[in-house]
């Protein structure tokens, strides 16, 4: 034999050439092959076994490198390659060298499968089972069995024929897993083990019954004595195989090693026998072995073996269901150990699969495996989650999940917080995962980690509040599907796109019900006081408030509101889905038992945000015809807390009514369930015949009565479910149905939601014919209580004035709801006003302050029907205090806009108000004012009064009424003296507005229209009694307190008021005096001058409009006796100064000059215009009784400091009135006494720089932006400038700017004076009204009379 050529020389030459072959090509010299030499070798047994190696080397190469050349040499005769394949068969039964018999085997396989020939596989096997059965032993077949285990696992073909053909060989195979030899056993295993995982367990599929349950039982009587690697790792291979095969699980779980099943092969030695019954272990017939050695391997140190008995066990729980033994066994308990002890990905994975299955049997929770291994599970799972295969933590996940879902809640796996702060931790790490999948086991765990059982004590609110938190944050993370998002997966793969979206859905889905968990568990601590408190909190942590169920409460619901409706509603927009909606209205159902006192808000929101058409729009589409109950079933259960919310919202007060209450929860409950129909079906059900009627609250009747309420209540959150028009015809089709039907009638509820309806949408509908309102009619007057039906609506105000026949009835009473419904509301208003004009005096108020907008209502429903007026003012009078007062309020704001009204509203109310006060007057004869004998009359009498003042503001000065003093206006003021007369002086409530009224009669009236009324008042002893009372007391008032705030205050500011009136018009009209009023000028000027800082500003006014008055008539008057003191005209005998300045004197005057000098610098628009009159008028009685005095006055050093002062307060100072008017009377009284202002010694007012300044203000803001008084004060100054000789005399330019002012100031007055006088010449200071023409400032002469 050659180094090369495989071939022996010494039996090569009688061989034929055919057998020979050269590899590669001929010239190249190739490997020479000669196929009879190698089988002459084998079947020698004179060659060496190195030849033979060497040979079977060569051959290996040859079937290697050049595949083919042998099948060509032996198919010129079959019988050499059986030949062949005899020798190496016989070659792996009698060589005893283990490399040799491995090479041995790689050729037969090498060999067989280059001939790919069926008849050579059977061959073989034949071969083999004929070695079997001429041996009395299988001692050496070790090597035939690892061949044939090699060939099956290389011919998958080989392992159909021999379980199917080859049946005493199988057997063979059995028995030898007899012998004792765990080497023969592993070999023989081998076969087995490839068997039946070849061809994916096809050939196991035809294996005989008989030989693989044999096979199963001896498998489990060899793995229970087996020690060697090899064979407990073909052992462990082949079970995990078999255990895959439900039928061999049957039979390995019933199987015992002490049976013999295997019938003994009359071949095999009488010795094997005789080992098989020494080693057969005696076992109980009860008792199960494999799960026994399952847990062996368990326990064993080897990786492999400790997955391959996991997937083991779980293979048999899902083929078996017999999860008992296993559970006897204390397999969890040993696998909640590899949980804690391993970090293999494979091995977590395969015990957490083996572990869910076995939860499913009770006897796991049972025997507390739960309890043992719930902490090695949550610390595993923490490792788990920082694997990059998010497999196993998502299986972690699944276990964790079904122990929570499954644990019995008597046994509590989490008794202290420490452990549910440990879980909860690992469950917000699933949450935060990477991956979706994940996520969404994590939140089904944490669902079932949120049940009552499950929590420690106390009950940890913060970290379930830190989950909920960590869910609702992933939403961001959603692809949630939106029309771009839609656009955008058109290119992307469809399955990738489904596959996304799924996930999506699905984590939403598992986080809807953990988030449904989490408020069901609120609502079960809340019933549980031990619980909701938190008794065994320690008390350091007390003050917690973030780990409290309040804040758990708060944290559901702001997730909801911000994150989870959105979402829900996105995902829901194109394609509803029914469960991901049913547990969504779930949850917002479970919101209104958690957090009561924040609902009315949230339902208030929902409600406007069309979540009262949403739920009905999912019922209609997804739950007709009994589809998705349980979304029925939440929708209604969401609708009926909303409903019942909204309705306690609309009218708190129907709480009340238990029965409405009830009527309206029991029309929801019955009727909303079979309410599956879409929106535009409800008019045909408005509108069907109702037919028998079986149940109260059943039936189409009941139906109809639901829709109506629904319709209000979505209404009124300004969601249309129908359109205007079809409501309003349905409701009307409705009453006339339920009238005609006359068995019963409309429920209170239903009629008010009814009454609400036809309000809100009259607008858009037709008029009511006479049928239809007769029907109205008839069914408002069935309801005994119409305030019952009331809802604070305008609609409803307007609805009820449109009709006659319904303002007649309800008209009064319909307005007293709205002002007592209206108060209610503007309560919070006032004590915000009342905070915020803290401090501020009641002279500072503004008097166009805006109403609010429910008077604006009640405005446009007088601007619609006056007649409501009427009935106002019949309130006034007729009706308790408290209801006038807000009627009186509106007929004010009504009376104060009248120029949006018809022009003669004030006559409305006169003969109206003139007889409430003559209806007063006779009820009050003899019992006095004050003390009539109901006290409704009393309590009227004020706000009339009051009202009579309102008309007199709002009446324009142009208005006819006050052309003449008589008729209704006469008669009033006749009344109302007489009334004035007759009240008690502490009656200021009624006092005040009285002679208020009196005052602007005076006032407001032309001189020449007033003599009748200034002869009234002045012949009325009462009246000047009552003055003189006020004025008397004026010293023991509180004047520092605001008129609003003090009465008496304002009583005396009236009174000073009145006086001045009486005073200038005595004297006018020279009236006749009958009692006189004594008044201290002493005591005036003295507070004038040093109780001005504290003393009302409004009150100082009156002071300075007395005075002036006074001051006009020369401190002489028939109406006023003025008494004095030596603080003002020193001591007796007079001087001949204060005796022709008396009663004032020269120090009075002095006086007087100093307190006016320092009220013109008060910032106050009516007591700087009253100071300069009143210092006007004092210069005028000073030039005309003491012309000295006079110019003491008007030259003094301050006069020039004023001046100052005004004009540097700004343009708007400067362009003041009374500043300009301030300094025309400096100059014009100067000038009286000289020719020349410096002669005096008067440096009070130069033309450079004060005068310049006015001038340049003028001719900067332009002169049509001053006023009529400011024009004409202006041009006042300027001529009395042109008139006088200054020094330095003016110049040419400064001359010229003078006369062009002065032409465009005559033509401004001139256009004004055509123009028709605004409105507004009465303010309002509080209870006070001030006519503003008393205080225009003058601009004429000082000569005693009133030039205005």
């Not at 081998?190 to 050939?203: C, D, E, M, P, R």
């Not at 619980?531 to 169920?549: G, M």
């Not at 300027?1278 to 200054?1286: D, P, R, V």
Request: glycine share 4%.
């Amino acid at each position: 034999m050659s180094s090369t050529d495989i071939v022996f020389d010494k039996f090569h030459f009688r061989h034929d050439p055919k057998w020979s072959g050269r590899l590669g090509p001929a010239e190249g010299g190739g490997l020479l092959l000669c196929v009879a030499c190698v089988i002459e070798m084998m079947e020698s047994e004179d060659i060496a076994l190195v030849r033979k190696s060497f040979a079977l080397f060569g051959i290996s190469g040859v079937l290697k490198c050049s595949p083919g050349v042998l099948r060509e040499l032996f198919r010129q005769d079959n019988t050499f390659s059986l030949r062949f394949t005899t020798s190496l068969l016989g070659m792996l039964h009698t060589t005893e060298d283990q490399a040799t018999q491995e090479k041995v085997d790689q050729v037969l396989v090498q060999l067989l499968l280059e001939l790919q020939s069926e008849p050579s596989y059977r061959f073989v096997l034949d071969e083999i089972h004929k070695q079997l059965n001429d041996q009395l032993c299988v001692k050496g077949f070790l090597p035939t069995f690892n061949f044939l285990g090699n060939l099956v696992k290389a011919v998958p073909n080989v392992a159909h024929s021999l379980v199917t053909q080859y049946g005493p060989l199988l057997e063979h195979l059995c028995s030898a897993l007899l012998y004792p030899d765990e080497a023969l056993k592993a070999s023989v295993l081998y076969v087995w083990l490839k068997l039946f995982g070849t061809a994916g367990g096809s050939a196991a599929q035809s294996l005989p019954v008989a030989i693989r349950d044999r096979v199963c039982v001896l498998l489990l009587q060899t793995l229970a004595k087996a020690s060697s690697p090899q064979l407990i790792k073909n052992s462990v291979g082949l079970l995990w195989l078999l255990v895959q095969l439900p039928e061999a699980v049957s039979v390995l779980m019933n199987g015992n090693t002490d049976q013999t099943v295997c019938h003994e092969n009359q071949n095999i030695h009488t010795d094997d026998e005789q080992i098989l019954g020494q080693n057969q272990e005696q076992q109980s017939p009860d008792q199960c072995p494999l799960p026994l050695m399952l847990k062996k391997l368990l326990m064993s140190g080897d990786e492999m073996l400790q997955v391959t008995s996991a997937r083991c066990i779980a293979s048999v729980l899902v083929h078996s269901q017999c999860s008992a033994p296993f559970i006897k066994a204390d397999i969890p308990e040993f696998l909640f150990d590899r949980l804690a002890s391993s970090h293999s990905e494979v091995l977590l994975w395969s015990a957490y699969s083996c572990l869910v299955l076995l939860t499913e049997d009770p006897l796991f929770f049972s025997q507390c495996h739960s309890v043992y291994g719930i902490e090695s599970l949550v610390r595993s799972l923490k490792e788990a989650l920082q694997l990059t295969n998010l497999e196993v933590p998502k299986q972690g996940l699944l276990l964790l999940t079904e122990i929570l879902e499954r644990q019995p809640p008597s046994e509590r796996l989490f008794p202290s917080g420490s452990g549910f702060e440990a879980v909860s931790e690992a469950v917000l790490g699933g949450v935060s995962s990477s991956c979706l999948l994940v996520a969404t086991q994590a939140a089904n765990a944490a669902s079932a980690l949120f049940r009552l059982n499950h929590q420690s004590r106390p009950v940890q609110y913060g970290k379930i509040e830190g989950l909920i938190e960590a869910i609702t944050n992933r939403f961001s993370e959603l692809p949630l599907p939106s029309p771009a998002h839609r656009r955008s997966s058109r290119s992307l793969k469809k399955s990738d796109a489904s596959s996304q979206a799924s996930r999506s859905e699905g984590f939403l889905l598992r986080s809807l019900v953990c988030f449904q968990a989490a408020c069901r568990l609120a609502v079960e601590c809340s019933l549980e006081p031990v619980l909701k408190e938190n008794t065994f909190t320690a008390p350091s942590k007390h003050s917690h408030a973030q780990d409290s169920l309040e804040s758990l409460c708060q944290c559901l619901l702001r997730c909801c509101d911000s994150v989870w409706i959105p979402t829900v509603i996105r995902v829901c927009e194109y394609a509803p889905n029914a469960q991901i909606l049913q547990h969504f209205y779930s949850i917002l159902f479970s919101q209104f038992t958690l957090l009561p006192s924040f609902m009315p808000v949230f339902a208030n929101k929902l409600a406007s945000s069309g979540f009262y058409r949403l739920p009905l729009e999912h019922k209609g589409l997804l739950c007709a015809g009994n589809r998705h109950p349980y979304l029925n079933m939440s929708c209604c259960g969401f609708l009926q807390k909303l409903s019942m919310c909204l309705l306690f919202q609309s009218d708190p007060a129907s709480g009340s009514c238990q029965h409405d209450v009830e009527e309206v929860e029991n029309l929801l409950l019955y009727n909303l369930p079979s309410l599956c129909c879409r929106l535009s079906d409800w008019p045909s059900l408005l509108c069907e015949a109702p037919g028998l009627q079986l149940c109260e609250y059943k039936g189409p009747r009941a139906t109809q009565y639901c829709l109506v309420i629904m319709l209000h209540l979505a209404l009124e959150q300004g969601d249309r479910l129908l359109p205007d028009p079809t409501v309003f015809s349905s409701v009307v089709w409705l009453l006339h149905s339920v009238q005609a039907q006359s068995s019963s009638a409309l429920p209170r509820s239903v009629l008010r939601s009814a009454l609400y309806l036809l309000a809100v949408t009259q607008d858009k509908s037709p008029n009511l014919d006479g049928a239809s309102l007769n029907c109205i009619s008839k069914t408002l007057s069935s309801c005994q209580s119409f305030p019952s039906l009331y809802i604070h609506h305008p609609a409803l105000l307007h609805f009820i004035w449109r009709y006659p026949e319904l303002e007649e009835k309800y008209g009064a009473l319909v307005l007293e709801l709205w002002l007592t419904k209206q108060a209610q509301h503007r309560d919070a208003e006032q004590t915000t006003a009342a905070v915020q004009e803290e401090g501020e005096s009641p002279a500072d108020e503004r008097p166009d302050q805006q109403p609010d907008t429910e008077t604006v209502e009640l405005l446009t429903l007088i601007e619609k029907w006056p007649s409501v007026m009427l009935t106002l003012l019949n309130m006034v009078c007729t009706r308790e205090a408290v209801l006038a007062g807000r009627a009186l309020a509106v007929l004010e704001v009504v009376l104060r806009g009248q120029r949006d009204y018809e022009a003669d509203l004030c006559a409305h109310l006169r003969p109206a108000l003139l007889q409430a006060l003559q209806r007063l007057s006779v009820e009050n004869m003899g019992h006095g004012l004050g003390q009539g004998h109901t006290a409704q009359a009393v309590n009227s009498l004020p706000l009339v009064l009051k009202l009579l003042c309102a008309t007199q503001a709002s009446d324009p000065p142009s208005s006819s009424s006050y052309s003449k003093m008589d008729g209704v206006h006469f008669k009033l003021l006749y009344h109302v003296s007489n009334i004035a007369g007759r009240l008690k002086p502490t009656d200021t409530g009624s006092l005040l507005p009285a002679l208020s009224y009196l005052y602007c009669c005076l006032s407001l009236s032309p001189a020449h229209c007033t003599d009748r009324a200034v002869s009234v008042l002045l012949s009325n002893s009462g009246l000047m009694d009552q003055l003189q009372t006020v004025s008397s007391s004026s010293s023991s008032s509180a004047p520092s307190l605001s008129p609003s705030a003090c009465p008496p205050s304002a009583l005396l500011c009236c009174s000073h008021l009145l006086l001045s009136s009486l005073i200038t018009l005595q004297r006018v009209h020279s009236a006749q005096v009958q009692k006189s009023i004594s008044w201290s000028l002493d005591t005036a000027v003295q507070r004038l001058l040093f109780q001005k800082r504290n003393t009302d500003n409004l009150l100082l006014v009156s002071y300075l409009r007395l005075l002036q008055a006074l001051l006009d008539a020369d401190l002489v008057s028939a109406v006023v006796r003025l008494s004095t003191g030596p603080g003002l005209v020193g001591p007796r005998p007079l001087g001949v100064e204060d005796g022709a300045l008396y009663p004032l004197g020269s120090r009075g005057a002095q006086c007087l000059s100093t307190a006016l000098s320092g009220l013109l610098l008060q910032k106050h628009e009516l007591l700087l215009r009253a100071s300069v009159n009143c210092l006007s008028s004092l210069l005028g009685f000073l030039q005309r009784k003491s012309p000295t005095a006079e110019k003491y006055v008007a030259c003094q050093p301050w006069s020039r400091f004023l001046v100052y002062c005004l004009l540097s307060s700004g343009e708007s100072s400067r362009l003041h009135p009374a500043t300009l008017r301030l300094i025309t009377i400096v100059r014009g009284f100067t000038h009286t006494h000289s020719n020349q202002l410096l002669q005096h010694g008067s440096t009070s007012v130069l033309w450079e720089p004060d005068l310049l300044q006015v001038m340049e203000a003028v001719e900067r803001r332009g002169r049509e932006v001053l006023g009529e008084e400011a024009a004409q004060a202006l041009r006042l100054l300027l001529s009395q400038i042109q008139s006088l000789a200054l020094q330095p005399p003016l110049t040419e330019e400064q001359k010229q700017r003078a006369r062009a002012a002065i032409e465009s100031l005559c033509l401004q007055t001139q256009s004004e004076s055509c123009s028709p006088s605004p409105p507004g010449n009465v303010l309002r200071v509080g209870d006070v009204s001030i006519c503003l023409s008393d205080f225009t400032v003058k601009a004429g002469s000082c000569s005693g009379k009133l030039t205005l």
